[in-house]
């Protein structure tokens, strides 16, 4: 692969704080952002209305390409039109994050996809969160990065984003959820989650948001200043 626009890969387990500093990082370069778990909810979510099968690979890859979504980057976040239907706030529930990580497993999923994951490479550069940034969809990016933080830490996170979505949640179901998804997340057979060997690792766990950018943007191979 030789693409001149560089890509900046962010990895992690589910709550880590991929999306924060992604979000972050392409604001400060003034690069493009893809939320690739955002796809994955997406699709979970046209296979839940039309009451696929969860199991069914073949049917549900079919939902990935037939799937007409629109993604937009706006203030004050990122939108995702199904059909023309807004679904941005519909794909963050608990349940759609559980069929996502279903869905995720068949390779016919992927491949679908991918296409669409790579698409979002323009110019000037990319930063993409997910699971297999670094090591299936960008595998040349100019920096990879794997993010970690204790379990506690992300179900608070969950709960307090949850919560701005008016949406009350236990910290005990959200520790199993969360357990359960890392736990398929790693164990697929397709693109399973995993620090490849040339990423930086980073437990946010213990840093502000600025503190964990600043960390990512040193390691950057020219340290481009921020806008
Ligand atoms: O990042 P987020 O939690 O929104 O992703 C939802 C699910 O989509 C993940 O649990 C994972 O199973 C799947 N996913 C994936 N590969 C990616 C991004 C997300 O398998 N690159």
Redo the contacts with the bound molecule.
């Keep these: 692969m030789d693409n001149p626009i560089p890509a900046i890969a962010i ?1 992690g387990t ?2 880590s704080g ?2 924060t500093l992604a979000r972050e990082l392409a604001r400060e370069l003034g690069w493009h952002y893809l ?7 997406a699709c ?1 979510y046209t296979i839940l209305l039309q009451q696929i099968d969860l199991d069914d690979a073949r049917a549900c890859g079919k939902a990935a390409h037939d799937m007409e979504l629109e993604v937009r980057f706006e203030t004050p976040g990122l939108q995702l039109w199904l059909s023309g239907k807004d679904i941005s706030e519909q ?2 529930t608990p349940e759609v ?2 069929a ?6 068949h390779p016919e999923v ?1 491949r679908e ?1 991918l296409p669409r ?1 790579r698409a979002a490479r323009q110019a000037p550069g990319l930063v ?6 670094a090591s ?2 960008f595998p040349d990016a100019v920096l990879k990065v794997f993010l970690t933080a204790s379990l506690e830490i992300r179900a608070q996170r969950r709960q307090a984003q949850l919560k701005a979505m008016g949406v009350d949640a236990k910290i005990g179901a959200l520790i199993q959820e969360l357990t359960l ?2 736990q ?2 790693m164990q ?1 057979h397709a ?1 399973p ?1 995993i620090q490849t060997p040339d990423a930086f690792l980073l437990d946010t766990g213990a840093y502000s948001i600025e503190e964990v950018c600043a960390q990512v943007r040193a390691r950057l191979p020219d340290s481009p200043t921020p806008h």
């Design positions: 990895d589910a709550g991929k999306g939320d690739s778990g955002a796809l994955y909810r979970a794909i963050r994050g559980a996502s990580s279903s869905i995720a497993s992927r996809l994951q993409a969160d997910g699971r297999d940034m299936v969809v998804r890392d398929q997340d697929r693109a989650l």
